[in-house]
């Protein structure tokens, strides 16, 4: 990789984890899993990751409230009620400077990810290599939410080698 892809790499990567951070804060979590991942994704400019849910018919906004209902009916499984909204009333969590922390789902997406990406010319990560990541976990918060929104895991993961090829 040149000198001008290795620092676009570290931006991208940059702008999906602050993301993803910004994202799991939002919705009261400790740590960033694979949906904040992919809901970081949509905002890379580089646009392959909400292509790849425009070309099944599907709008990545909703994605975000299919998300707050996994979660709220996860908690809901296991005893807990939550009012709609209340994800974004609880205080953000607080990082160490300088050190990237995700779940243990989220630490595989993204390591899938990078992996994806060097497996392309040019090996630059793009949020299509996020969203393709994530279909590969069947079970989750983002297999769930993309059931609710009636998306195949594997059509989108095909969708998403589309939006990479056709940049």
Same mark, same amino acid.
């Given at each position: 990789?040149? !000198?001008?892809?290795? #620092?676009?790499?570290?931006?991208? #990567?940059?702008a999906l984890l602050t993301g993803a951070?910004?994202?799991?804060r939002r919705a009261g979590d400790d740590l960033?899993?694979?949906?904040? !991942? !992919? !809901?970081?994704?949509?905002?890379?400019?580089?646009?392959?990751a909400r292509?790849?849910?425009?070309?099944l018919g599907a709008d990545p906004?909703?994605?975000?409230?299919?998300?707050?209902?996994?979660?709220?009916?996860?908690l809901h499984d296991v005893g807990?009620?939550?009012?709609?909204?209340?994800?974004q009333q609880l205080p953000p969590p607080t990082r160490p400077g300088g050190v990237y922390r995700m779940t243990a789902p989220g630490q595989e997406a993204f390591q899938a990810a990078v992996k994806l990406s060097k497996a392309t010319k040019p090996s630059l990560l793009r949020g299509g290599h996020v969203v393709a990541a994530v279909c590969d976990?069947?079970?989750g918060t983002v297999a769930r939410a993309l059931k609710a929104l009636g998306i195949e895991r594997g059509a989108l993961a095909i969708a998403a080698g589309e939006a990479l090829a056709n940049r």
């Open positions: 990789m040149k !000198l001008p892809g290795a #620092i676009q790499d570290v931006r991208t #990567i940059k951070e910004t994202e799991a960033p899993g694979p949906e904040h !991942l !992919l !809901l970081s994704a949509f905002g890379l400019p580089d646009g392959t292509r790849a849910f425009e070309r906004d909703d994605f975000r409230a299919a998300v707050d209902t996994a979660h709220r009916q996860a807990v009620t939550m009012p709609n909204g209340a994800e976990q069947e079970h």
